[in-house]
Nanobody, 125 residues
Framework: QVQLVESGGGLVQAGAALRLSCAAS????????VGWFRQAPGKGREFVAG????????YYADSVKERFTISRDNAKNTVYLQMNSLKPEDTAVYYC??????????????????WGQGTQVTVSS
């Protein structure tokens, strides 16, 4: 079993940066691929970024490429999402999700086994 807790969200102005953290409990976290998703009001859950077990492989949605960076520290059971040059359209609740035993990170929510409760990111213009 893996439990995920996101933190680091907040209200910022356009152009600012935030770093989200996803802290995991459970010793199997190092065997979980992790994805960050976001959901804006009235919209579906959108894939943002994914990272493999070791962190050696990452992938980003086109909308965040070159602005966001996903990373992980398995010794700390934590995955990070560094978000730079934030835009109002980045406003959403951000969720991390873990997929046990698989080393890929699908861009759809269904394959993920564990989810956090989400953290709100609001970017004002």
């Amino acid at each position: 079993q893996v439990q995920l807790v996101e933190s680091g969200g907040g209200l910022v102005q356009a152009g600012a940066a935030l770093r989200l953290s996803c802290a995991a409990s459970g010793r199997t976290f190092s065997r979980c691929a992790v994805g960050w998703f976001r959901q804006a009001p009235g919209k579906g859950r959108e894939f943002v970024a994914g990272i493999s077990w070791s962190g050696g492989s990452t992938y980003y949605a086109d909308s965040v490429k070159e602005r966001f960076t996903i990373s992980r520290d398995n010794a700390k059971n934590t995955v990070y999402l560094q978000m730079n040059s934030l835009k109002p359209e980045d406003t959403a609740v951000y969720y991390c999700a873990a997929r046990f035993h698989y080393n890929d990170y699908p861009a759809r929510p269904d394959p993920y086994d564990y989810w956090g409760q989400g953290t709100q990111v609001t970017v004002s213009s």
